[in-house]
């Protein structure tokens, strides 16, 4: 079974530039999931999909952050423009079950940074 | 915020047990104690979860106390490669997976 899939690994950008990374979930996988993860710390919710629409964006800084997932599979989340603090590595999830409540199948993630 | 409490490091020889603490003092009936990994360079990785009963897989053991205010991984022979942070979750249907720090535990050999 193929795992979650990311691109790119690696992303490096000056503040005030604009940066995409995309994401395609394991087959079938209903719910998918953007974490951010700065260094030292663990992983933050930034928005949830269940097939297309969103159940959770609180904490997305919708002032420059955007995501999208047409068709309820690949999924695009954008950054514009990016600022320093946002230089992290920008991990995508995805899950069988509604409501995520089950195992979480990360992808490798990719790392941002922005100078 | 995580609803736990971890070590944030934990050392332990190669081939010995490896115990992970958490406190979760304030779980609720209906929540399920969560454990992920995290190797470096690589996105989290399910270990095991249980809600009152301790469990066991091909990973790691879990136990939970009987008040359900503190839980603890287990692995029983660690080798290099379970160097990784752990990290323990309090979770319920319909909320979000909430990460905290982690403990970060170094296997040596």
């Known amino acids: 079974e193929a795992g979650v899939a990311q691109s790119p690994r690696y992303k490096i950008i000056e503040k005030r530039q604009s940066v995409a990374f995309w994401c395609n979930p394991i087959?079938?996988?209903?719910?998918l999931y953007w974490y951010q993860q700065i260094l030292g710390q663990g992983p933050k919710l930034l928005i949830q999909f269940q097939n297309n629409g969103v159940v959770d964006d609180s904490q997305l800084p919708k002032d420059r952050f955007s995501a999208e997932r047409l068709k309820g599979v690949d999924s695009t989340l954008k950054i514009q423009p990016a600022k320093l603090e946002d230089s992290a590595v920008y991990l995508c999830a995805s899950s069988a079950r509604t409501g995520g409540f089950g195992e979480l199948f990360f992808g490798e993630g990719s790392r941002l940074t922005v100078l | 915020d995580a609803k736990t409490t971890q070590p944030p490091s934990m050392d332990c020889a190669e081939g010995r047990a490896a115990n992970l603490p958490c406190n979760h003092s304030?779980?609720?009936?209906?929540?399920?104690v969560y454990w992920y990994r995290q190797i470096h360079s690589q996105g989290p990785q399910y270990i095991i979860h249980?809600?009152?009963n301790n469990e066991t897989n091909e990973m790691a053991s879990l136990i939970i106390t009987e008040d359900r205010k503190s839980s603890t991984l287990i692995l029983p022979h660690a080798t290099l490669r379970d160097t990784a942070v752990y990290y323990c979750?309090?979770?319920?249907?319909?909320?979000?997976?909430?990460f905290g720090p982690g403990t970060r535990l170094s296997v040596l050999p």
């Open positions: 304030t779980i609720s009936g209906n929540e399920y």
């Open positions: 249980g809600l009152k």
């Open positions: 087959s079938g996988h209903a719910t």
């Open positions: 979750i309090v979770y319920n249907y319909g909320q979000n997976f909430v």
